[in-house]
């Protein structure tokens, strides 16, 4: 039977209990600059090198950036009528729940704790922290444990700031993402002015191979991990004023501009470095790297110390800092908002639900959720924490999506303020290609995608033993019925 709003439903919503509400002060600046910031990133910064090396044309990586771009539109299209439909705080969680039901929604929140926003902020910390801490020449184990200690201050401050007040997170928010944008811009129009000359890196397609199209494919896990992020102002529905007219704008706004962007830093990377070039830092003999592809990981600094000259190595280094400080930022912010909902509905221990009273803030899930980044960062990898954010990622963004033919069906008279043009083949898109990714990914790296996997279905067990522990506790003695010793 349909539901008369769009809010899971909870046996403490049933009683008559009302939820803390935060309060609807985001406008549409500030749900873009999440979107921009939660996308630009460690992805565009290093996942390019990676590319160039495993398909051997920069051609074919600019091929799959535009065809990345095309991905991440119809998703965010499609995200687009799931917003505006029920602009309530939680984002995919609150669609799955509606679609698919409590295992789905708690599942989707389990992966965004685990996987979405724990590994994304620890790798966007570390990488902020060791270009920050390039002038600085550090090496050795030392230069590992003070970056880490770094990125850990990094994460910590932000949590502050954005449990303090909200006003301040506006602030803080609009102010760095600013300056990633002026930077990045900067750069391109610098180095497309500079690196032009080179315009013959552009064209050198090779022979189409069958191993060719299977490391085209597993590069899109990368450049999908990139393209993370165009759903992030959904967590964030129910505290912007007006959200099923602003989300809309602010999905298309933001992933319109970012994919331009990223077209246009790529192309200064294959102006600065040909394939052949990239293909010799890696597999040079002074790379003793153990994963050897890591020797392009820094393509935005290599690719500047190659058009602008070595002095700029230093000044670029802590610039790039700063500009994954805006994405880390962005996700200290959101993903504690998918616990606070998850709590709501029952699936997370109550505590989490709990808003600052000086700040109508979560102050509690934003702690949980600093404890698994501060874990990941100092006991992960950056290529396995991307590889296993990818596949988790990508197979619950196929639900979400997903959800936009089931609710068609389940909730034909649901208020839909926006549309997915195209539909459905919009969504097919979407679904089509990260399935291909996906299996990609398994037959490119089986053990950590298999990780990714087992770390979803873990979940399983512990929804039902929480719903186990809820009825339990929910068992109370009543009037007519006195418990015995031991109940």
């Given at each position: 039977?349909?539901?008369?709003?769009?809010?899971?439903?909870?046996?403490?919503?049933?009683?008559?209990?009302?939820?803390?509400?935060?309060?609807?002060?985001?406008?549409?600046?500030?749900?873009?600059?999440?979107?921009?910031?939660?996308?630009?990133?460690?992805?565009?910064?290093?996942?390019?090198?990676?590319?160039?090396?495993?398909?051997?044309?920069?051609?074919?990586?600019?091929?799959?950036?535009?065809?990345?771009?095309?991905?991440?539109?119809?998703?965010?299209?499609?995200?687009?009528?799931?917003?505006?439909?029920?602009?309530?705080?939680?984002?995919?969680?609150?669609?799955?729940?509606?679609?698919?039901?409590?295992?789905?929604?708690?599942?989707?929140?389990?992966?965004?704790?685990?996987?979405?926003?724990?590994?994304?902020?620890?790798?966007?910390?570390?990488?902020?922290?060791?270009?920050?801490?390039?002038?600085?020449?550090?090496?050795?184990?030392?230069?590992?444990?003070?970056?880490?200690?770094?990125?850990?201050?990094?994460?910590?401050?932000?949590?502050?700031?954005?449990?303090?007040?909200?006003?301040?997170?506006?602030?803080v928010q609009g102010w760095i993402t600013s300056l990633k944008l002026i930077i990045l811009v900067l750069f391109v129009l610098a180095g497309l002015a500079v690196g032009w000359p080179h315009h013959a890196n552009l064209v050198d397609l090779p022979p189409m191979t069958g191993s060719r199209v299977v490391a085209m494919m597993f590069s899109l896990v990368y450049i999908s991990y990139a393209y993370i992020g165009w759903?992030?102002?959904?967590?964030?529905?129910?505290?912007?004023?007006?959200?099923?007219?602003?989300?809309?704008?602010?999905?298309?706004?933001?992933?319109?501009?970012?994919?331009?962007?990223?077209?246009?830093?790529?192309?200064?990377?294959?102006?600065?470095?040909?394939?052949?070039?990239?293909?010799?830092?890696?597999?040079?003999?002074?790379?003793?790297?153990?994963?050897?592809?890591?020797?392009?990981?820094?393509?935005?600094?290599?690719?500047a110390q190659r058009l602008f000259g070595t002095r700029w190595s230093d000044p670029l280094s802590v610039s790039i800092g700063l500009m994954l400080l805006s994405s880390l930022s962005a996700y200290v912010l959101v993903g504690p908002r998918v616990i606070y909902a998850m709590a709501h509905a029952g699936q997370f221990p109550k505590i989490a639900s709990r808003l600052s009273t000086r700040s109508a803030t979560p102050?509690?899930?934003?702690?949980?959720?600093?404890?698994?980044?501060?874990?990941?960062?100092?006991?992960?990898?950056?290529?396995?924490?991307?590889?296993?954010?990818?596949?988790?990622?990508?197979?619950?963004?196929?639900?979400?999506?997903?959800?936009?033919?089931?609710?068609?069906?389940?909730?034909?008279?649901?208020?839909?303020?926006?549309?997915?043009?195209?539909?459905?083949?919009?969504?097919?898109?979407?679904?089509?290609?990260?399935?291909?990714?996906?299996?990609?990914?398994?037959?490119?790296?089986?053990?950590?995608?298999?990780?990714?996997?087992?770390?979803?279905?873990?979940?399983?067990?512990?929804?039902?033993?929480?719903?186990?522990?809820?009825?339990?506790?929910?068992?109370?003695?009543?009037?007519?019925?006195?418990?015995?010793?031991?109940?």
């Amino acid at each position: 039977m349909p539901k008369a709003n769009c809010e899971p439903r909870t046996e403490r919503a049933e009683v008559g209990e009302s939820p803390p509400r935060m309060p609807a002060e985001f406008g549409l600046p500030m749900a873009t600059f999440i979107i921009v910031a939660s996308m630009v990133g460690v992805g565009i910064l290093t996942t390019s090198g990676f590319t160039v090396y495993f398909v051997g044309s920069n051609q074919l990586m600019l091929g799959l950036w535009v065809l990345g771009g095309v991905i991440a539109a119809s998703g965010a299209l499609t995200l687009c009528e799931l917003s505006a439909a029920m602009p309530k705080t939680g984002g995919d969680y609150v669609y799955l729940h509606e679609a698919y039901g409590p295992l789905a929604a708690f599942l989707s929140g389990w992966v965004s704790f685990l996987i979405g926003f724990a590994a994304p902020s620890a790798a966007a910390a570390f990488g902020a922290a060791k270009f920050l801490l390039v002038p600085l020449h550090l090496e050795g184990p030392t230069a590992l444990y003070v970056q880490r200690g770094l990125a850990s201050f990094a994460i910590l401050a932000f949590a502050t700031i954005h449990t303090r007040s909200r006003s301040g997170t506006a602030q803080v928010q609009g102010w760095i993402t600013s300056l990633k944008l002026i930077i990045l811009v900067l750069f391109v129009l610098a180095g497309l002015a500079v690196g032009w000359p080179h315009h013959a890196n552009l064209v050198d397609l090779p022979p189409m191979t069958g191993s060719r199209v299977v490391a085209m494919m597993f590069s899109l896990v990368y450049i999908s991990y990139a393209y993370i992020g165009w759903n992030a102002a959904s967590y964030l529905a129910g505290e912007i004023h007006e959200p099923q007219r602003l989300l809309p704008r602010a999905i298309l706004l933001g992933t319109a501009g970012v994919v331009a962007l990223y077209l246009g830093l790529n192309v200064v990377y294959a102006l600065a470095l040909s394939a052949n070039d990239v293909r010799a830092i890696v597999d040079g003999p002074g790379n003793r790297l153990p994963f050897k592809p890591e020797a392009v990981a820094p393509i935005a600094q290599l690719a500047a110390q190659r058009l602008f000259g070595t002095r700029w190595s230093d000044p670029l280094s802590v610039s790039i800092g700063l500009m994954l400080l805006s994405s880390l930022s962005a996700y200290v912010l959101v993903g504690p908002r998918v616990i606070y909902a998850m709590a709501h509905a029952g699936q997370f221990p109550k505590i989490a639900s709990r808003l600052s009273t000086r700040s109508a803030t979560p102050v509690v899930a934003t702690v949980l959720q600093v404890v698994c980044t501060l874990t990941l960062l100092w006991s992960g990898s950056f290529d396995s924490l991307v590889i296993y954010a990818s596949v988790g990622l990508a197979i619950f963004s196929m639900l979400t999506i997903s959800a936009v033919y089931v609710l068609r069906v389940k909730r034909p008279e649901l208020h839909r303020p926006f549309k997915t043009p195209g539909y459905p083949v919009t969504p097919a898109i979407y679904l089509g290609f990260t399935a291909l990714l996906t299996a990609a990914a398994f037959s490119e790296r089986f053990w950590v995608s298999t990780y990714s996997l087992l770390s979803i279905m873990a979940g399983i067990p512990i929804y039902y033993l929480w719903q186990r522990s809820r009825r339990s506790s929910a068992e109370l003695p009543t009037e007519n019925a006195v418990p015995t010793r031991g109940e």
